[in-house]
């Protein structure tokens, strides 16, 4: 699946999305793929994107994640709510971890919040990680047939009017941008599905627990 702007403004324009997406958390050339954990050089990963990386904590933190997510996964949406609160609160805002969160869309509405996203943070980046995280906790009343009224009512509650939101989403640049990132991430990095994470460079498909992410990250804080 590649997002056109065609089939985006189809989808934005006809207020409809087709809801069985929304159990699918898999790009389909990789369906039924066996998860192996493989290793991407952290220069190659590190490598300017088409869009800005959004990052949080400090840049000379010892240990870097990297999440590939989709704002219409429901397993990305858990691990914003169940485990990502602890990982800041441990890790990200201790300095230990820096946290860097980058688009991968399964379907033109998750392309769309992600433009929302984009828009929200053009003077203050705290902006995008807000709006994500409310988009991920409202997820249910949002991602579903007809999406674009609920999808405008958070927005308008993050600042937008009707009139920045449609031109939002009508923004060519950063619907290309999100889709070369997601390109990127299964040409180069073989990200099959939502969520990966690439904790100092080593790949990890699947929402993961706290107590998960912390047998993964604390061997490279220790000494």
């Not at 985006?8 to 409809?16: D, E, R, V, Y």
């Not at 159990?23 to 590190?46: I, Q, R, Y």
């Not at 869009?51 to 840049?59: A, F, H, I, K, T």
Request: hydrophobic share 40%; with cysteine; glycine share 4%.
């Amino acid at each position: 699946m590649q997002i056109t702007r065609r089939e985006f403004c189809q989808t934005t324009a006809t207020l409809a999305f087709a809801t069985g997406l929304l159990g699918s958390t898999s790009l389909s050339p990789f369906m039924g793929a066996a998860a192996m954990a493989e290793t991407v050089p952290t220069d190659e990963l590190m490598k300017p994107e088409a869009l800005p990386d959004m990052v949080m904590g400090n840049d000379k933190a010892p240990v870097t994640i990297i999440e590939y997510a989709s704002m219409t996964c429901p397993h990305c949406a858990h691990f914003q709510e169940t485990t990502f609160p602890e990982l800041k609160k441990r890790y990200i805002d201790t300095g230990k971890v820096r946290y860097i969160f980058r688009e991968f869309p399964l379907d033109n509405l998750a392309a769309a919040a992600f433009m929302l996203a984009r828009c929200a943070s053009v003077d203050d980046k705290g902006r995008y990680f807000a709006l994500i995280d409310t988009l991920f906790r409202q997820q249910r009343q949002w991602a579903v047939e007809k999406p674009i009224p609920p999808l405008m009512a958070i927005a308008k509650q993050a600042g937008f009017t009707e009139q920045t939101f449609n031109a939002c989403l009508a923004n060519q640049k950063t619907l290309d941008g999100i889709e070369s990132v997601r390109q990127r991430a299964i040409k180069e990095f073989k990200v099959q599905s939502t969520p990966t994470f690439f904790i100092n460079g080593t790949s990890y498909p699947g929402a993961m627990s706290i107590e998960d992410m912390a047998k993964l990250i604390d061997p490279y804080l220790k000494g």
